[in-house]
């Protein structure tokens, strides 16, 4: 028989239909597994099931939201932040209009975000990341495309909420617009009774991303509500389309409001009350979406202070809804926004109304002194005084001297003509074969040090915004890339933003209320031929009631001059100038002279210390590979003489196998595993850095164990000698009584130094204008460990006058060798203060931390060690007492006898 006419009478009817059947079936299996109370139980009064059919190529664009408000959800979600939901995958129905819908409901837990102006600062140093807890379930149900309801059952994604049942019930509008775009609804708890599981039900408003109208700012357009910007587009620049609108404001930072002066008598709360009487200071725009022709959807968020610590994604009392369409021809990005109402019962029957605020923003072609913002702009109300709801006019702008740069800013100067008279008198005469920063370079940004008329102190920072036509470069890496050369010597036009925080009792004036931010926008000349910086300045003033008009917020009655110290200056501090106001004594925005100094590496500088700290990675594996050849050489030399082993004083070397075991056991682990916390003291050199820390360590321990062994045969021979070493036990103990008083007592004065050095400094911090870095008595102490160890020989010329010793126990490549390593780095130190950078990044050859370093101690101990050689010498040659007078010089002295081992020595007392 044929096998396909076989085939076709067992399978005689179409396989299509059964695959319909195993899909159905497959489905509300799905349905019944992933949460055990039915879905037409919960669901089908409000979207019911349906066979599904064809799926949906790109199911995330069905229904989604990312931005989302709730509230409720105790004790499992905690704290009220953001919500968010995913479509997985979707499928058509056999019913019209309805859709199959997989996704995921996450809601994401509290944030910290860096507090501070770092929205000001031209190099800001943001946090890595911040870990937020993520609570998410995992929901199946069905969407009506007729009248926008959505039901899911489903359960939790953790561990923890795996058996947790959960529906959820959206009102999800298939088309919207600016009043109707709210998504909102509810996620329950299904498991009744279960109090240990469960959590309250959860409110939750989000937006809709779905064939969106943006029918309100076009109707406004039409009307002409648009036209305060129009005729300012020579003066504008373009934010361009689609996405570079969205990137432009969002990059704006805060807007900070100014409110105009008829806010006294008219309504000027953008939240209609909402803030609580008090007005809110900054803005900012969240963006819901960007679409590619220039049509955007914001949330505008309003606050009292510019950093709101835990950060919310929006709180419906603080926010207003706009919806805004890019104006390329004027050059305006234009809003309407809506207030959310019914929110305060249940955030599930919210909407939004009173849209009759407006906004309008654009950005200006130039920058100023007196204007440095990079967007400004305007809000209203398009109703009139008399109408319940009005809005007084508020104008915005973005954060001065912030990191946005259109395309086509520039910078122009407006005071640098009426400085001539002011800057006369600080220029210095010129000096030959003397080099000052080129104004383009880094080295005219700095960290500074300030000090007021009290002596109070605070730390800030300051860099060029500007220099001539071009801007400085910002965010750590420059802007343009200029050489240096003679063309741009001289004086050149340059803008400066400097800003400090200081303590809360720092006074700067008459102000009496703490100051928590300064900031001074500057503009000047600067010339490159004497490193002098004369500017004029203008500082923000912060209001109490915001009701002021632009050009009072302001204090521009101030004069800057900086003097930047040529690059080879030897001086310690390479910048040091004054700010200084030009107001009258009896004005209360007065303040007496602030003092600014800084110590800021140059590029000069950076390459020096780069350069001396390769040599000096160096210098310590020659010394250290050194110190293990010199320990070599003993060996061998006590293998070739093993009869003067009982002449090693025990004492020497158990300083100097302590010496090698200490940072041993201190750095242990930085032998195996790189230390993750430490900074590289260069970028670029940490690698080479953290292989020559191993090296290092590797060496120190091979030194030890050399060290080690030389005592354990110093130690084992004496043992062994069976009572015949006794004397020489004796005149090691002797040699012990002696060395540690001495250096317990060293220990002790270094320990009330430190004290003193701690105190006196603690009241030089109050005077002078740099930090002084308190020490630390570890610190200290490894300084006179340092000391102890440069006279290494001390136990060992002790020991040779105890028991009148001449036997050349020591090989001279040990005691001049060791000696030498030790000595170099106070030679190097006396060269390295004579010849070395100005910039002193704590050194790694020489470290002051492991020694005391100074032109009196490094030439002390280089003379001491110098000395003790020449006594470990004599002694060797002429006993251990021929450096004393003969009538201390006693008349035993011991001498060698033959032995039986060839490793056993005796000695017999010869009275002469």
């Not at 039409?222 to 003066?235: A, I, S």
């Not at 009487?277 to 202070?305: K, Q, W």
């Not at 110290?565 to 009896?586: H, M």
């Not at 028991?803 to 030790?822: M, W």
Request: with cysteine; proline share 4%.
């Amino acid at each position: 028989m044929n096998p396909s006419s076989l085939r076709t009478r067992v399978f005689p009817i179409n396989p299509f239909p059964l695959l319909s059947i195993f899909f159905f079936f497959f489905f509300s299996l799905a349905i019944s597994t992933s949460a055990s109370t039915p879905y037409d139980q919960y669901c089908n009064d409000v979207v019911p099931a349906s066979d599904p059919t064809a799926p949906r190529s790109q199911p995330d664009s069905l229904l989604r939201f990312d931005t989302a408000y709730y509230t409720g959800g105790d004790p499992v979600l905690g704290p009220q932040d953001a919500a968010s939901f995913r479509t997985r995958s979707a499928s058509e129905t056999r019913t019209a209009g309805v859709f199959r819908i997989d996704g995921i409901l996450t809601f994401l837990g509290p944030r910290f975000i860096n507090s501070g102006n770092w929205t000001r600062m031209i190099n800001p140093h943001l946090p890595r990341g911040v870990s937020r807890s993520r609570v998410g379930f995992r929901l199946t149900g069905y969407w009506s495309q007729a009248d926008g309801k959505l039901c899911m059952i489903g359960s939790g994604m953790r561990s923890s909420l795996a058996s947790v049942n959960v529906g959820l019930k959206l009102n999800y509008p298939n088309s919207s617009n600016l009043e109707s775009s709210l998504v909102t609804g509810t996620l329950e708890c299904l498991d009744a009774g279960d109090d240990l599981t469960c959590f309250s039900v959860v409110s939750i408003m989000g937006f809709s991303l779905r064939n969106y109208e943006y029918k309100l700012v076009d109707g406004e357009n039409e009307n002409r509500g648009f036209v305060m910007y129009d005729g300012m587009e020579n003066v504008s620049l373009g934010f361009g389309t689609g996405p570079a609108v969205c990137k432009a404001v969002r990059g704006a930072g805060i807007f900070e409001l100014e409110y105009m002066e008829d806010c006294g008598s008219v309504n000027c709360d953008p939240l209609g009350g909402g803030s609580g009487g008090i007005l809110p200071g900054f803005m900012s725009f969240n963006d819901i979406e960007c679409m590619i022709e220039g049509r955007v959807r914001y949330l505008i968020d309003f606050a009292n202070t510019s950093y709101n610590g835990y950060h919310l994604p929006f709180n419906p009392s603080t926010v207003l809804v706009a919806e805004g369409v890019w104006n390329g021809k004027k050059k305006h990005l234009d809003f309407v926004a809506c207030r959310i109402l019914n929110f305060k019962d249940t955030v599930a029957k919210a909407s939004l109304g009173d849209c009759s605020i407006r906004l309008s923003l654009r950005s200006p072609s130039t920058m100023t002194l007196r204007s440095r913002s990079t967007v400004v702009g305007q809000m209203w109300s398009n109703k009139s005084m008399n109408d319940s709801g009005y809005l007084g006019r508020i104008s915005f702008e973005s954060p001065r001297n912030g990191n946005t740069r259109v395309e086509g800013l520039r910078y122009e100067y407006t005071e640098v003509g009426n400085l001539s008279k002011s800057c006369t008198g600080k220029i210095t005469g010129k000096h030959k074969n003397v080099t000052y920063p080129n104004g383009y370079s880094s080295d005219m940004r700095f960290d500074m040090t300030v000090r007021n008329s009290k002596g109070q102190v605070a730390w800030g920072y300051s860099s060029p915004l500007s220099v001539g036509d071009r801007f400085y470069g910002y965010g750590g890496q420059s802007a343009f890339a200029v050489p240096v050369s003679d063309s741009q010597s001289g004086m050149l036009n340059i803008s400066y933003v400097l800003s400090f925080n200081p303590h809360s009792d720092f006074q700067l004036g008459g102000e009496k209320r703490s100051i928590k931010y300064v900031e001074i926008s500057a503009e000047g000349t600067y010339d490159a031929e004497t490193g002098v910086l004369c500017m004029k300045g203008c500082r923000h003033l912060e209001s109490r009631n915001r009701t002021f008009a632009k050009n009072e917020s302001l204090d521009c009655e101030m004069f800057i001059n900086i003097q930047y110290a040529p690059l080879d200056a030897k001086d310690r501090s390479n910048v040091k100038g004054t700010i200084e106001s030009n107001r009258n004594k009896s004005d209360p925005l007065h303040f007496e002279r602030i003092e600014l100094f800084a110590n800021s590496i140059s590029i000069l500088q950076a390459d020096e210390s780069i350069w001396r700290m390769d040599l000096e990675i160096t210098m310590v594996l020659i010394s250290n590979t050194l110190a293990c050849i010199f320990l070599v050489l003993q060996l061998f030399h006590v293998k070739k003489n093993p009869d003067v082993l009982p002449f090693i004083s025990v004492v020497m070397l158990t300083v100097l196998t302590l010496a090698h075991m200490i940072p041993l056991v201190l750095n242990f682990e930085a032998l195996f595993v790189a230390n993750r916390n430490r900074q590289n003291v260069f970028l670029g050199s940490g690698g080479w850095l953290e292989v020559n820390e191993v090296l290092v360590r590797v060496i120190t321990m091979v030194a030890f164990l050399l060290q080690f062994r030389l005592l354990q045969q110093t130690w084992s021979t004496r043992v062994g000698g069976a009572g015949s070493w006794d004397r020489l036990w004796v005149s090691d103990k002797k040699v012990l009584y002696f060395s540690l008083p001495l250096y317990v007592g060293g220990g002790l004065l270094a320990w009330f130094v430190h004290l003193w050095k701690n105190s006196y400094n603690s009241r030089l911090l109050r005077l002078r204008q740099f930090g002084v870095q308190q020490l630390s008595f570890w610190g200290d102490f490894k300084s006179f460990a340092g000391l102890v160890l440069d006279g290494f020989l001390l136990p060992q010329i002790v020991f040779n006058a105890f028991c009148d010793s001449k036997e050349r126990a020591l090989a001279p490549a040990f005691y001049v060798g060791t000696t030498v390593v030790r000595l170099l780095p106070h030679a190097y130190d006396l060269y390295r203060a004579a010849h070395g950078s100005t910039w002193n990044f704590g050194g790694i050859y020489a470290n002051p931390r492991m020694d005391y370093y100074s032109t009196a101690w490094d030439i002390t101990i280089s003379c001491g060690g110098l000395m003790f050689i020449v006594l470990i010498y004599l002694q060797q040659r002429f006993g251990g007492r021929c450096f004393l007078p003969k009538r201390f010089r006693e008349s035993a002295v011991y001498e060698k006898v033959p032995v039986v081992a060839s490793t056993e020595l005796t000695t017999r007392e010869v009275i002469s």
